[in-house]
Antibody, heavy 121, light 107 residues
Framework: EVQLVESGGGLVQPGGSLRLSCAAS????????MSWVRQTPGKGLEWVAY????????YYVDSVKGRFTISRDNAKKSLYLQMNSLRAEDTAVYYC??????????????WGQGTLVTVSS | SYDLTQPPSVSVSPGQTASIPCSGN??????VHWYQQKPGQSPVLVIY???KRPSGIPERFSGFNSGNTATLAISGTQAMDEADYFC??????????FGGGTKLTVL
């Protein structure tokens, strides 16, 4: 059974940093693209970043470029999101997702339960 | 940037067919995927690559994509189908884009 378990969320002040983790199990982690998607409370979904199987390619939504860094450790079957210079508008539930990719499509096949990040003074 | 537009809400009577549209410029040239999200839960993939259903998703869920509009259809809608539904597309420039979501109410 595919399982994705996020951790690391919490309350942080504006300008602060937080590192999210996602522990994967039930599949061969190193063979999948992985992504982070966030959802503002009561609002829609927003893709944040994704990373290739070997970590050689990473892409980000414009609003987090230069502030967030996605990474992975295939030996530990873990995905990470380092978030720096956090802003109030980064407040959201952050989901880790296992993805399916091709030259023509990309979608998230499995999602974790999410971890809440609140940026507030 | 590329935008996907969904109506905020759709209502349907039990047993009827619900249609949830998702519009975007030349969307028919892209693959569209659909997610269902119930209150307090994570999104679940219900349609991928325009028309395909993942294992475990009931046959009453179907998808279609042509022109500027993709549609998620739920035939014989049941109370358990009441949820938020999000469409999603991808390209190599914009990367992943989600629609704003549609709240399906089964009256």
């Amino acid at each position: 059974e595919v399982q994705l378990v996020e951790s690391g969320g919490g309350l942080v002040q504006p300008g602060g940093s937080l590192r999210l983790s996602c522990a994967a199990s039930g599949f061969t982690f190193s063979t999948y693209w992985m992504s982070w998607v966030r959802q503002t409370p009561g609002k829609g979904l927003e893709w944040v970043a994704y990373i290739k199987q070997d970590g050689s390619e990473k892409y980000y939504v414009d609003s987090v470029k230069g502030r967030f860094t996605i990474s992975r450790d295939n030996a530990k079957k873990s995905l990470y999101l380092q978030m720096n210079s956090l802003r109030a508008e980064d407040t959201a539930v952050y989901y880790c997702a296992r993805d399916v990719d091709s030259s023509s499509w990309y979608y998230s096949e499995y999602w974790g339960q999410g971890t809440l990040v609140t940026v507030s003074s | 940037s590329y935008d996907l537009t969904q109506p905020p809400s759709v209502s349907v009577s039990p047993g009827q067919t619900a249609s949830i549209p998702c519009s975007g410029n030349k969307l028919g040239n892209r693959y569209v995927h659909w997610y269902q999200q119930k209150p307090g839960q994570s999104p679940v993939l219900v349609i991928y690559q325009n028309t395909k259903r993942p294992s475990g998703i009931p046959e009453r869920f179907s998808g279609f994509n042509s022109g500027n509009t993709a549609t998620l259809a739920i035939s014989g809608t049941q109370a358990m189908d009441e949820a938020d539904y999000f469409c999603q597309a991808w390209d190599s420039i914009t990367h992943v884009v989600f629609g704003g979501g549609t709240k399906l109410t089964v009256l």
